[in-house]
């Protein structure tokens, strides 16, 4: 008696989804993959207490199912204790008129931003991520407060001279959820980076 398997394998559905973002005022266009889960884009002006020269662009990718939170230096609303999964990305308001610093300086900078925040338990990455053909400093930390799992993943890039920061943050009570599994989700971002002047 012969026995035969045949195995098949079917494409696994893709998870992510390609944009493209082109930042106010001539500053450049972002292009990545993002997952499919995040099918809303929320762009505003984060207006500052010390006026314009403060102020900053920001642009939001998150699920549509959450809340929508837009941060303002002039109104306080208080940001979602947990169902965040989202990506922002800012740069100032004005055009930058220094020079930028270098990477590992950006990196701890990045990193002594978050420690003042309360990141403090527990680091989940601090590397450098080639995103195209860009060298991208990475930091974050997770974090558990009240049973609500938070993670903060901070990158920076060069666009034109200007510095964009790019905050993946996850806040959720889920049990289940890994440090890996967040981690691998904004790497696979990064890399997937094309930065266009």
Not at 127 to 134: A, L, Q
Not at 147 to 172: P, T
Request: aromatic share 8%; with cysteine; net charge positive.
């Amino acid at each position: 008696m012969v026995v035969l398997f045949l195995v098949a394998c079917l494409p696994r559905a893709r998870s992510t989804h390609p944009v493209t973002l082109v930042l106010k005022d001539n500053r450049g266009v972002i292009k990545m993959d993002i997952p499919n889960e995040w099918d809303t884009l929320i762009q505003w002006t984060h207006y500052s207490d010390c006026g314009p020269p403060c102020d900053k662009i920001k642009y939001r990718f998150q699920p549509k199912i959450f809340p929508i939170a837009q941060e303002n230096g002039e109104l306080y609303t208080k940001s979602p204790a947990d169902s965040v999964d989202q990506l922002t990305i800012e740069h100032e308001a004005e055009k930058f008129a220094g020079s930028a610093p270098d990477i590992a300086s950006l990196r701890n900078g990045m990193k002594q931003m978050l420690l003042k925040e309360g990141y403090r338990d527990h680091l989940v990455i601090d590397t450098v991520i080639m995103g195209g053909k860009d060298s991208i400093p990475v930091t974050g930390f997770s974090r558990e407060v009240s049973h609500i799992k938070k993670f903060n993943i901070r990158a920076l890039v060069r666009l034109k001279g200007d510095l964009v920061l790019f905050e993946f943050e996850l806040r959720s009570r889920k049990p289940v959820l890994k440090d890996g599994i967040f981690v691998q989700k904004v790497t696979d971002i990064i890399r997937s980076l094309k930065l266009v002047d």
